[in-house]
Structures are given as C-alpha cells and as structure tokens.
C-alpha cells in the first residue's frame, strides 16, 4: 500500500503502526499547504478531502482517517498486539483512539490557527493541559496505555503529544506522560519512521 504522510502531522501514527506491523508500503510526502505531493499531483484528486493520512491499498481504492487506518493495518498484518481480535481488551484501544482523536487531536486545530485571537489561544491551552494532566495520570504505573503492549492508541498520542513544543503547549512536568514519550520514541520502529520523515529522532 501506499501512505500519503505530511512530516509530523496525523500520518506519523499509521506510518508508525505500517513499520510496527511488518507491511510492505511506499511512502508520498505531500504539502498540504498547497495540496501537492512530491511530484506534483494535485492531492484533492486522490483524496478530495485533501487531507493527510490517506492510504491507496494495493486494489488501488482509496482510505481516509488516521484511526480507521490505522485499524485497517493493524487487522491486515492480524497483529494482535497492536489491535487486540475481540473483548474488551480491542474496546479499550478503541476507547483510547476515539478520546485521541476527539478531545487532543482536534483540540490543536485553535493553536495552530494564525487567526485565533491570543486570548482564545490560551483558554484552549489551558483547557488540552487538564485533558493532558488526565492521560498523564492514566500512565502511572503503565509502560503504555492499556499496560505493558503496544498499541496503536500509543502511535497515535506519541503523534499528537508531539505538537505541543510547536504551539507552546508545556506538557513536561507531566512525569508520566514523559517517560511514555520516551519509552515510545526508543523503539526501533518509530526511530526509523521519524528519520523516513525527516524529523529528530
């Protein structure tokens, strides 16, 4: 398959979990400030969204959204540890990527807008720091966020978690927090999807 990825932006999560799986996949980087990728196509034409993630599957159909992709790879590749099979096990990743996407990922869109007046900025700062103080008390105790496995809930809040030092947001007295950064970060895996995408690893 084939993952259309902006560097650092919501696509580090399935490009993560396509390396974490052990899938064969291309990568196309794309600029999604003018909707082009790397050699030239206009982006809308693939994915009228225009937005990144999105995979072209080897049928060569077309899927959207971070958290269904990246159950997609997950269930191709039938890792069980990044996606448990059934029970309640698989719900509470589940649970995790839907509380990622609804309450972090979209609540970066404000600091990342040129236009939002600075007073807006820092109610919704303050407001992700008390969602972030509650994950970071969910960690305690935890390598990852369902326990000691992998999974893609992790690859995408590792993803999410890394805006904040590009809007200003601090989150490093988050000791928890922190420590599953870092642990997250030194996986092979990961190392060699943030070096793919031109970021530090």
């Given at each position: 398959?084939?993952?259309?990825?902006?560097?650092?932006?919501?696509?580090?999560?399935?490009?993560?979990?396509l390396?974490?799986?052990?899938?064969?996949?291309?990568?196309?980087?794309?600029?999604?400030?003018?909707?082009?990728t790397?050699?030239?196509?206009?982006?809308?034409?693939i994915?009228?969204?225009?937005?990144?993630?999105?995979?072209?599957?080897?049928?060569?159909?077309?899927?959207?959204?971070?958290?269904?992709?990246?159950?997609?790879?997950?269930?191709s590749?039938?890792?069980?540890?990044?996606?448990?099979a059934?029970?309640?096990?698989?719900?509470?990743?589940?649970?995790?990527?839907?509380?990622?996407?609804?309450?972090?990922?979209?609540?970066?869109?404000?600091?990342?807008?040129?236009?939002?007046?600075?007073?807006?900025?820092?109610?919704?700062?303050?407001?992700?720091?008390?969602?972030?103080?509650?994950?970071?008390?969910?960690?305690?105790?935890?390598?990852?966020?369902?326990?000691?496995?992998?999974?893609?809930?992790?690859?995408?809040?590792?993803?999410?978690?890394g805006?904040?030092?590009?809007?200003?947001?601090?989150?490093?007295?988050?000791?928890?927090?922190?420590k599953?950064?870092?642990?997250?970060?030194?996986?092979?895996h990961v190392?060699?999807?943030?070096?793919?995408?031109?970021l530090?690893a």
């Open positions: 398959m084939k993952l259309y990825f902006s560097p650092g932006a919501c696509s580090l999560s399935p490009h993560i979990i390396r974490e799986a052990g899938l064969d996949f291309t990568l196309q980087k794309v600029d999604t400030y003018v909707h082009k790397a050699d030239g196509v206009d982006f809308y034409t994915n009228p969204k225009g937005q990144v993630p999105t995979v072209e599957l080897d049928n060569g159909e077309i899927l959207t959204e971070g958290s269904i992709i990246a159950q997609y790879i997950a269930e590749a039938e890792n069980r540890d990044l996606l448990p059934s029970g309640l096990p698989r719900y509470r990743v589940l649970e995790w990527q839907n509380y990622i996407s609804s309450e972090l990922h979209k609540s970066f869109a404000p600091l990342f807008d040129a236009d939002m007046p600075a007073e807006g900025k820092t109610r919704v700062a303050e407001l992700l720091r008390k969602k972030f103080a509650w994950v970071n008390s969910r960690l305690e105790g935890r390598t990852y966020l369902t326990g000691d496995t992998f999974t893609v809930a992790d690859a995408y809040l590792f993803t999410v978690s805006w904040s030092k590009h809007v200003n947001l601090d989150i490093s007295d988050f000791t928890h927090l922190q599953f950064l870092a642990s997250v970060k030194a996986r092979p190392q060699a999807a943030l070096k793919a995408e031109g530090p």
